[in-house]
Protein backbone atom coordinates (compact mmCIF):
# COMPACT_ATOMS: atom_id res chain seq x y z
CA UNK A 1 0.00 0.00 0.00
CA UNK A 2 2.58 2.35 0.73
CA UNK A 3 4.48 2.08 -2.70
CA UNK A 4 1.26 2.53 -3.97
CA UNK A 5 0.89 5.82 -2.48
CA UNK A 6 3.88 6.29 -3.47
CA UNK A 7 3.64 5.87 -7.15
CA UNK A 8 0.42 7.89 -6.53
CA UNK A 9 2.49 11.23 -6.15
CA UNK A 10 3.93 10.94 -9.57
CA UNK A 11 0.98 10.47 -11.12
CA UNK A 12 -1.11 13.51 -9.84
CA UNK A 13 -0.03 16.56 -10.61
CA UNK A 14 -2.42 18.82 -8.07
CA UNK A 15 -1.13 18.52 -4.62
CA UNK A 16 -4.30 18.82 -3.26
CA UNK A 17 -5.95 15.69 -4.35
CA UNK A 18 -2.92 13.90 -4.00
CA UNK A 19 -3.24 15.11 -0.28
CA UNK A 20 -6.81 13.44 -0.87
CA UNK A 21 -5.73 10.84 -1.77
CA UNK A 22 -2.60 9.91 0.62
CA UNK A 23 -5.53 10.60 3.53
CA UNK A 24 -8.29 8.80 2.43
CA UNK A 25 -7.01 5.59 0.48
CA UNK A 26 -5.10 3.71 3.79
CA UNK A 27 -8.11 5.12 6.10
CA UNK A 28 -9.39 1.96 6.50
CA UNK A 29 -6.67 0.06 7.64
CA UNK A 30 -5.24 2.72 9.25
CA UNK A 31 -8.60 3.35 11.89
CA UNK A 32 -11.48 1.00 11.39
CA UNK A 33 -9.81 -2.62 11.59
CA UNK A 34 -9.45 -4.87 14.69
CA UNK A 35 -7.63 -8.12 13.47
CA UNK A 36 -7.89 -11.06 16.11
CA UNK A 37 -8.87 -14.91 16.14
CA UNK A 38 -12.42 -16.47 15.93
CA UNK A 39 -13.23 -20.48 16.56
CA UNK A 40 -9.37 -20.82 15.96
CA UNK A 41 -9.19 -18.82 12.91
CA UNK A 42 -8.58 -15.09 11.80
CA UNK A 43 -10.92 -12.91 12.62
CA UNK A 44 -11.30 -8.81 11.01
CA UNK A 45 -14.09 -7.01 13.00
CA UNK A 46 -14.51 -3.67 10.21
CA UNK A 47 -16.25 -0.69 12.00
CA UNK A 48 -17.98 2.06 9.46
CA UNK A 49 -15.62 4.76 11.42
CA UNK A 50 -17.93 6.80 13.65
CA UNK A 51 -20.02 3.85 14.51
CA UNK A 52 -18.12 1.27 16.40
CA UNK A 53 -20.38 -2.05 14.51
CA UNK A 54 -19.46 -3.78 11.61
CA UNK A 55 -22.27 -3.36 8.70
CA UNK A 56 -22.56 -6.01 5.98
CA UNK A 57 -22.25 -3.90 3.36
CA UNK A 58 -19.97 -1.44 4.70
CA UNK A 59 -17.55 -3.55 5.79
CA UNK A 60 -17.38 -5.23 2.24
CA UNK A 61 -17.05 -2.03 0.40
CA UNK A 62 -14.32 -0.75 2.48
CA UNK A 63 -11.64 -2.87 2.07
CA UNK A 64 -12.59 -3.82 -1.50
CA UNK A 65 -10.13 -1.80 -3.06
CA UNK A 66 -7.06 -3.57 -1.66
CA UNK A 67 -7.91 -6.49 -3.18
CA UNK A 68 -5.12 -5.80 -6.22
CA UNK A 69 -2.54 -6.28 -3.36
CA UNK A 70 -3.92 -8.93 -1.98
CA UNK A 71 -2.02 -12.09 -3.80
CA UNK A 72 1.63 -10.12 -3.04
CA UNK A 73 0.58 -9.33 0.66
CA UNK A 74 0.00 -12.19 2.93
CA UNK A 75 -0.96 -9.41 6.07
CA UNK A 76 -4.00 -8.28 3.58
CA UNK A 77 -4.75 -12.04 3.02
CA UNK A 78 -4.92 -12.57 6.39
CA UNK A 79 -7.11 -9.38 7.03
CA UNK A 80 -9.60 -10.81 4.16
CA UNK A 81 -9.93 -14.08 5.40
CA UNK A 82 -10.65 -13.08 8.69
CA UNK A 83 -13.29 -10.62 7.66
CA UNK A 84 -15.08 -13.23 5.26
CA UNK A 85 -14.88 -15.19 8.34
CA UNK A 86 -17.10 -13.04 10.77
CA UNK A 87 -19.16 -12.23 7.66
CA UNK A 88 -19.86 -15.93 7.78
CA UNK A 89 -20.57 -16.02 11.32
CA UNK A 90 -22.73 -12.82 11.45
CA UNK A 91 -24.82 -14.66 8.25
CA UNK A 92 -25.17 -17.85 10.76
CA UNK A 93 -26.52 -15.97 13.64
CA UNK A 94 -29.20 -13.92 11.48
CA UNK A 95 -28.97 -13.30 7.34
CA UNK A 96 -31.76 -10.42 8.06
CA UNK A 97 -29.75 -8.08 9.99
CA UNK A 98 -27.67 -5.60 8.02
CA UNK A 99 -25.58 -4.75 11.46
CA UNK A 100 -23.68 -6.57 13.99
CA UNK A 101 -21.56 -6.42 17.32
CA UNK A 102 -18.06 -7.46 17.53
CA UNK A 103 -19.22 -9.64 20.77
CA UNK A 104 -21.23 -12.16 19.60
CA UNK A 105 -23.10 -12.83 22.83
CA UNK A 106 -23.68 -9.51 23.49
CA UNK A 107 -26.76 -7.47 22.87
CA UNK A 108 -26.74 -4.25 20.22
CA UNK A 109 -25.26 -1.30 21.71
CA UNK A 110 -26.73 1.04 19.46
CA UNK A 111 -29.30 3.40 21.60
CA UNK A 112 -31.54 3.98 18.59
CA UNK A 113 -32.10 -0.63 18.29
CA UNK A 114 -32.46 -1.56 21.66
CA UNK A 115 -36.35 -0.63 21.75
CA UNK A 116 -36.96 -1.93 17.79
CA UNK A 117 -39.68 -4.51 17.71
CA UNK A 118 -37.99 -7.58 15.73
CA UNK A 119 -36.42 -10.84 16.77
CA UNK A 120 -33.01 -8.93 18.22
CA UNK A 121 -30.43 -12.09 18.84
CA UNK A 122 -27.17 -11.43 20.69
CA UNK A 123 -24.43 -9.98 18.19
CA UNK A 124 -26.77 -8.58 16.51
CA UNK A 125 -26.74 -4.33 16.11
CA UNK A 126 -29.45 -3.60 13.88
CA UNK A 127 -32.12 -5.61 11.81
CA UNK A 128 -32.84 -3.75 8.76
CA UNK A 129 -33.53 -6.15 6.12
CA UNK A 130 -31.58 -5.05 2.94
CA UNK A 131 -31.02 -7.45 0.08
CA UNK A 132 -27.71 -5.81 -0.70
CA UNK A 133 -25.59 -6.47 2.65
CA UNK A 134 -25.59 -9.89 1.80
CA UNK A 135 -25.10 -9.25 -2.14
CA UNK A 136 -21.77 -6.86 -0.99
CA UNK A 137 -20.66 -10.14 1.18
CA UNK A 138 -20.86 -12.58 -2.08
CA UNK A 139 -18.76 -9.60 -4.07
CA UNK A 140 -15.77 -9.46 -1.93
CA UNK A 141 -15.93 -13.05 -1.24
CA UNK A 142 -15.89 -13.63 -5.05
CA UNK A 143 -13.80 -10.75 -5.67
CA UNK A 144 -10.98 -12.04 -3.41
CA UNK A 145 -11.29 -15.49 -4.41
CA UNK A 146 -10.59 -14.11 -8.41
CA UNK A 147 -7.88 -11.69 -6.99
CA UNK A 148 -5.53 -14.57 -5.32
CA UNK A 149 -7.05 -17.55 -6.15
CA UNK A 150 -7.13 -18.82 -1.97
CA UNK A 151 -9.98 -21.10 -0.93
CA UNK A 152 -9.27 -21.03 2.50
CA UNK A 153 -12.33 -18.57 4.03
CA UNK A 154 -14.37 -20.65 2.14
CA UNK A 155 -14.92 -23.64 4.06
CA UNK A 156 -17.79 -25.43 5.62
CA UNK A 157 -19.28 -22.53 7.30
CA UNK A 158 -19.05 -19.91 4.74
CA UNK A 159 -21.33 -22.47 2.46
CA UNK A 160 -23.55 -22.93 5.23
CA UNK A 161 -23.90 -19.46 5.21
CA UNK A 162 -24.11 -19.04 1.22
CA UNK A 163 -27.14 -21.67 1.30
CA UNK A 164 -29.07 -19.43 3.93
CA UNK A 165 -28.52 -16.78 1.76
CA UNK A 166 -30.33 -18.07 -1.24
CA UNK A 167 -32.80 -19.15 0.92
CA UNK A 168 -33.46 -15.99 2.01
CA UNK A 169 -33.55 -14.36 -0.48
CA UNK A 170 -36.27 -17.06 -1.59
CA UNK A 171 -38.09 -16.37 1.33
CA UNK A 172 -38.13 -12.90 0.68
CA UNK A 173 -39.59 -13.10 -2.84
CA UNK A 174 -42.57 -14.37 -0.45
CA UNK A 175 -44.09 -16.57 -2.58
CA UNK A 176 -45.79 -18.34 -0.43
CA UNK A 177 -47.01 -15.70 2.34
CA UNK A 178 -45.20 -12.67 3.90
CA UNK A 179 -42.05 -14.60 5.34
CA UNK A 180 -40.59 -14.95 9.04
CA UNK A 181 -39.00 -10.92 8.81
CA UNK A 182 -41.12 -8.04 10.36
CA UNK A 183 -39.31 -4.80 11.80
CA UNK A 184 -40.90 -1.62 13.55
CA UNK A 185 -39.56 1.20 15.93
CA UNK A 186 -40.74 4.08 17.70
CA UNK A 187 -39.45 7.04 15.84
CA UNK A 188 -40.26 10.19 14.85
CA UNK A 189 -38.53 9.29 11.47
CA UNK A 190 -41.06 7.75 9.11
CA UNK A 191 -38.40 6.00 7.27
CA UNK A 192 -36.82 4.03 10.51
CA UNK A 193 -39.84 1.90 10.51
CA UNK A 194 -42.22 -0.31 8.71
CA UNK A 195 -45.82 -0.06 8.01
CA UNK A 196 -48.33 -2.60 7.50
CA UNK A 197 -47.56 -4.31 11.37
CA UNK A 198 -44.05 -4.42 10.24
CA UNK A 199 -44.05 -6.07 6.83
CA UNK A 200 -43.74 -2.69 5.07
CA UNK A 201 -46.10 -2.03 1.84
CA UNK A 202 -48.42 -4.42 0.15
CA UNK A 203 -46.42 -6.11 -3.01
CA UNK A 204 -47.86 -8.43 -6.32
CA UNK A 205 -46.21 -11.64 -5.60
CA UNK A 206 -44.34 -11.62 -9.34
CA UNK A 207 -40.68 -13.12 -8.39
CA UNK A 208 -38.66 -10.09 -7.18
CA UNK A 209 -36.90 -9.65 -3.84
CA UNK A 210 -38.48 -7.21 -0.85
CA UNK A 211 -36.07 -5.11 0.41
CA UNK A 212 -37.57 -3.61 3.44
CA UNK A 213 -35.05 -0.58 3.43
CA UNK A 214 -32.17 0.74 1.08
CA UNK A 215 -28.92 0.81 1.58
CA UNK A 216 -29.07 3.51 3.21
CA UNK A 217 -30.88 2.40 6.24
CA UNK A 218 -34.15 4.47 5.26
CA UNK A 219 -37.22 2.19 4.72
CA UNK A 220 -38.66 1.21 1.42
CA UNK A 221 -41.88 3.02 -0.01
CA UNK A 222 -42.50 0.19 -2.04
CA UNK A 223 -40.90 -3.01 -1.29
CA UNK A 224 -39.26 -3.95 -4.35
CA UNK A 225 -35.83 -2.02 -4.50
CA UNK A 226 -34.49 -2.24 -7.97
CA UNK A 227 -31.13 -1.71 -7.80
CA UNK A 228 -31.02 -4.32 -5.13
CA UNK A 229 -32.41 -7.02 -7.20
CA UNK A 230 -30.16 -6.03 -9.59
CA UNK A 231 -27.40 -6.85 -7.69
CA UNK A 232 -28.78 -9.65 -6.16
CA UNK A 233 -28.73 -10.81 -9.76
CA UNK A 234 -25.12 -10.56 -10.06
CA UNK A 235 -24.16 -11.91 -6.49
CA UNK A 236 -26.30 -14.96 -7.53
CA UNK A 237 -24.36 -16.13 -10.09
CA UNK A 238 -21.03 -15.13 -8.53
CA UNK A 239 -22.80 -17.73 -5.73
CA UNK A 240 -22.94 -20.11 -8.58
CA UNK A 241 -19.43 -19.46 -9.86
CA UNK A 242 -17.75 -19.87 -6.73
CA UNK A 243 -19.99 -22.96 -5.20
CA UNK A 244 -19.75 -25.31 -8.71
CA UNK A 245 -15.90 -24.20 -9.18
CA UNK A 246 -14.60 -24.27 -5.32
CA UNK A 247 -16.99 -27.18 -4.41
CA UNK A 248 -18.73 -28.60 -7.20
CA UNK A 249 -21.56 -28.15 -5.36
CA UNK A 250 -23.76 -28.67 -8.34
CA UNK A 251 -27.30 -28.32 -6.48
CA UNK A 252 -26.70 -24.70 -4.93
CA UNK A 253 -24.83 -23.48 -8.08
CA UNK A 254 -28.15 -24.98 -10.08
CA UNK A 255 -30.45 -22.85 -7.13
CA UNK A 256 -28.54 -19.85 -7.71
CA UNK A 257 -28.68 -19.84 -11.49
CA UNK A 258 -32.62 -20.65 -11.11
CA UNK A 259 -33.17 -17.76 -8.55
CA UNK A 260 -31.38 -15.07 -10.58
CA UNK A 261 -33.20 -16.24 -13.64
CA UNK A 262 -36.71 -15.88 -12.10
CA UNK A 263 -35.49 -12.64 -10.77
CA UNK A 264 -34.12 -11.24 -14.38
CA UNK A 265 -37.30 -12.38 -15.72
CA UNK A 266 -39.31 -10.02 -13.37
CA UNK A 267 -37.54 -7.08 -13.49
CA UNK A 268 -37.88 -7.34 -17.30
CA UNK A 269 -41.74 -7.00 -16.69
CA UNK A 270 -41.99 -4.68 -13.83
CA UNK A 271 -38.42 -2.97 -13.04
CA UNK A 272 -39.06 -0.38 -15.89
CA UNK A 273 -41.45 2.35 -15.98
CA UNK A 274 -42.13 5.30 -18.66
CA UNK A 275 -39.72 8.15 -18.64
CA UNK A 276 -42.61 10.38 -20.07
CA UNK A 277 -41.17 10.99 -23.35
CA UNK A 278 -42.58 7.80 -24.80
CA UNK A 279 -39.59 5.50 -23.64
CA UNK A 280 -38.26 3.11 -20.77
CA UNK A 281 -35.76 4.38 -17.68
CA UNK A 282 -34.97 1.71 -14.43
CA UNK A 283 -37.35 2.54 -11.87
CA UNK A 284 -36.26 2.83 -8.44
CA UNK A 285 -38.76 1.19 -6.28
CA UNK A 286 -41.68 -0.67 -7.56
CA UNK A 287 -44.88 -2.49 -6.07
CA UNK A 288 -45.79 -5.53 -8.96
CA UNK A 289 -49.04 -3.73 -8.94
CA UNK A 290 -48.00 -1.37 -12.02
CA UNK A 291 -46.77 1.59 -9.34
CA UNK A 292 -43.42 2.79 -9.65
CA UNK A 293 -41.09 5.42 -7.76
CA UNK A 294 -38.10 7.25 -9.59
CA UNK A 295 -35.80 8.64 -7.85
CA UNK A 296 -31.88 7.73 -6.62
CA UNK A 297 -29.82 7.66 -3.42
CA UNK A 298 -26.28 8.22 -3.22
CA UNK A 299 -25.62 4.88 -1.39
CA UNK A 300 -24.82 1.88 -3.19
CA UNK A 301 -26.69 0.06 -4.88
CA UNK A 302 -27.68 3.11 -6.56
CA UNK A 303 -29.38 3.03 -10.33
CA UNK A 304 -26.52 5.46 -10.69
CA UNK A 305 -23.56 2.54 -9.61
CA UNK A 306 -25.37 -0.59 -12.16
CA UNK A 307 -21.98 -0.66 -14.07
CA UNK A 308 -19.69 -0.48 -11.46
CA UNK A 309 -21.80 -3.45 -9.75
CA UNK A 310 -21.66 -5.35 -12.91
CA UNK A 311 -25.52 -5.08 -13.54
CA UNK A 312 -24.43 -3.69 -16.75
CA UNK A 313 -22.70 -1.83 -19.24
CA UNK A 314 -22.40 1.76 -18.43
CA UNK A 315 -22.92 2.33 -22.70
CA UNK A 316 -26.24 0.56 -22.46
CA UNK A 317 -29.34 2.45 -23.60
CA UNK A 318 -31.62 1.85 -20.72
CA UNK A 319 -29.13 2.38 -18.63
CA UNK A 320 -27.58 5.38 -20.55
CA UNK A 321 -31.20 6.94 -20.31
CA UNK A 322 -31.79 5.94 -16.60
CA UNK A 323 -28.44 8.14 -15.67
CA UNK A 324 -29.53 11.20 -17.91
CA UNK A 325 -32.93 11.58 -15.34
CA UNK A 326 -30.85 10.84 -12.10
CA UNK A 327 -28.33 13.80 -12.83
CA UNK A 328 -31.02 16.17 -13.12
CA UNK A 329 -34.27 17.71 -11.76
CA UNK A 330 -36.22 14.60 -12.26
CA UNK A 331 -34.90 13.36 -9.38
CA UNK A 332 -35.82 14.60 -6.02
CA UNK A 333 -32.51 13.88 -4.22
CA UNK A 334 -30.09 15.83 -7.03
CA UNK A 335 -29.18 18.79 -5.85
CA UNK A 336 -27.22 22.07 -7.66
CA UNK A 337 -25.62 24.26 -5.16
CA UNK A 338 -23.05 26.79 -5.11
CA UNK A 339 -20.38 23.96 -3.91
CA UNK A 340 -21.29 21.18 -6.33
CA UNK A 341 -24.26 19.41 -8.09
CA UNK A 342 -25.03 16.00 -7.10
CA UNK A 343 -26.85 13.15 -6.10
CA UNK A 344 -28.06 12.72 -1.73
CA UNK A 345 -31.01 11.19 -0.51
CA UNK A 346 -33.59 11.52 2.50
CA UNK A 347 -31.19 10.04 5.28
CA UNK A 348 -29.62 13.69 6.05
CA UNK A 349 -32.29 15.87 4.64
CA UNK A 350 -32.68 17.95 1.44
CA UNK A 351 -29.62 19.99 -0.23
CA UNK A 352 -27.06 17.67 0.96
CA UNK A 353 -25.38 16.42 -1.43
CA UNK A 354 -23.30 13.13 -1.12
CA UNK A 355 -19.50 12.91 -1.86
CA UNK A 356 -20.22 8.74 -2.75
CA UNK A 357 -22.22 9.89 -5.17
CA UNK A 358 -19.72 12.10 -6.67
CA UNK A 359 -17.17 9.33 -7.03
CA UNK A 360 -19.64 6.77 -8.57
CA UNK A 361 -20.57 9.50 -11.46
CA UNK A 362 -16.92 9.38 -12.10
CA UNK A 363 -16.13 5.69 -12.24
CA UNK A 364 -19.36 5.34 -14.27
CA UNK A 365 -18.45 8.03 -17.27
CA UNK A 366 -15.47 7.89 -19.57
CA UNK A 367 -16.24 11.65 -20.53
CA UNK A 368 -12.96 13.23 -19.50
CA UNK A 369 -14.84 16.93 -18.80
CA UNK A 370 -17.62 14.89 -16.69
CA UNK A 371 -14.84 13.36 -14.64
CA UNK A 372 -12.68 16.39 -14.37
CA UNK A 373 -15.43 18.45 -12.55
CA UNK A 374 -16.37 15.63 -10.71
CA UNK A 375 -13.04 16.10 -8.92
CA UNK A 376 -12.68 19.53 -9.03
CA UNK A 377 -16.10 19.00 -6.74
CA UNK A 378 -14.63 16.42 -4.33
CA UNK A 379 -11.27 18.47 -4.04
CA UNK A 380 -13.63 21.87 -3.33
CA UNK A 381 -15.80 19.80 -1.06
CA UNK A 382 -14.19 18.30 1.83
CA UNK A 383 -14.17 21.05 4.31
CA UNK A 384 -10.32 21.53 4.79
CA UNK A 385 -10.28 18.05 6.91
CA UNK A 386 -8.78 16.01 3.69
CA UNK A 387 -11.61 13.49 4.40
CA UNK A 388 -14.91 12.67 2.36
CA UNK A 389 -17.67 12.84 4.56
CA UNK A 390 -21.31 11.25 4.50
CA UNK A 391 -22.65 14.34 2.74
CA UNK A 392 -21.83 18.08 2.89
CA UNK A 393 -24.50 20.97 1.87
CA UNK A 394 -25.16 21.98 -1.44
CA UNK A 395 -23.87 26.08 -1.01
CA UNK A 396 -21.91 25.11 2.09
CA UNK A 397 -19.29 22.36 2.58
CA UNK A 398 -18.59 23.44 5.88
CA UNK A 399 -22.04 21.94 6.68
CA UNK A 400 -21.60 18.00 6.44
CA UNK A 401 -21.91 14.63 8.19
CA UNK A 402 -20.22 12.09 9.62
CA UNK A 403 -16.38 13.51 9.44
CA UNK A 404 -15.25 9.76 9.97
CA UNK A 405 -16.94 7.79 7.15
CA UNK A 406 -14.16 4.86 5.76
CA UNK A 407 -16.39 3.68 3.10
CA UNK A 408 -16.58 7.01 1.01
CA UNK A 409 -12.55 7.62 2.14
CA UNK A 410 -12.17 3.75 0.48
CA UNK A 411 -14.10 4.49 -2.35
CA UNK A 412 -12.69 7.85 -3.31
CA UNK A 413 -9.27 6.13 -3.07
CA UNK A 414 -10.90 3.91 -5.66
CA UNK A 415 -11.40 6.23 -7.67
CA UNK A 416 -7.97 7.69 -8.09
CA UNK A 417 -6.40 4.17 -9.22
CA UNK A 418 -9.27 3.70 -11.21
CA UNK A 419 -8.32 6.55 -13.03
CA UNK A 420 -4.66 5.94 -12.84
CA UNK A 421 -5.10 3.44 -14.88
CA UNK A 422 -7.84 4.09 -17.30
CA UNK A 423 -7.03 8.16 -17.22
CA UNK A 424 -3.62 8.84 -16.62
CA UNK A 425 -3.62 12.35 -18.25
CA UNK A 426 -6.73 13.49 -16.45
CA UNK A 427 -4.34 13.26 -13.15
CA UNK A 428 -1.31 14.67 -14.86
CA UNK A 429 -2.79 18.05 -15.28
CA UNK A 430 -3.53 20.58 -11.73
CA UNK A 431 -7.42 21.04 -11.25
CA UNK A 432 -8.30 24.81 -10.94
Not at 186 to 208: F, I, N, Q, R
Request: glycine residues 8%; hydrophobic residues 40%.
Amino acid sequence: MEAVIRDARAAIADPELYWLFQNCYPNTLDTTVSLGSLDGGPDAFVITGDIPCLWLRDSSAQVWPYLPLARRDAALRHLYQGLIRRQTRCILIDPYANAFSRDTDAATPLSWAKEDMTEMKPGVAERKWEVDSLCHVIRLSHGYWRATGDTVPFDAAWRQAMAQVVRTFREQQRLDGPGPYRFQRASETPSDTLPLDGYGAPTAKVGLIHSMFRPSDDACVLPFLIPANLFAVVSLRQLADMTQAIHGDADLATDCGALADTVVAALARHGRMADGEGQEVWAYEVDGFGNALFLDDANVPSLLSLPYLGCCDARDPLYRRTRQRVLSGRNPYFFRGRAAEGVGGPHVGLGMIWPMSLIVRALTSDDDAEIRQCLVWLKGTHAGTGFMHEAFGQDDPGHFTRPWFAWANSLFGELILDLMARKPALLRQPLT
